[in-house]
């Protein structure tokens, strides 16, 4: 397995537009796709719950499996 990274600064960025497809910025998501393709990781993990719409998105979008 390879851990992909964490993402520092989520407090501050609570204001910040999200998707509403994925609850995260499009930033986000494609800053975790990038570093994902950089480091050529088979799945991305996500601590806490995702929604159903979330599981069903966010694979496409990052290229892996959650």
Avoid: W
């Amino acid at each position: 397995m390879v851990i992909v990274g964490s993402f520092s600064g989520g407090a501050k960025k609570m204001t910040l537009p999200h998707s509403s497809r994925t609850l995260l910025t499009y930033g986000r998501v494609r800053e975790a796709a990038t570093r994902r393709e950089r480091t050529n990781a088979d799945a991305a993990v996500f601590v806490g719950g995702l929604t159903q719409r979330q599981c069903r998105l966010l694979p496409g979008m990052l290229g892996a499996r959650l």
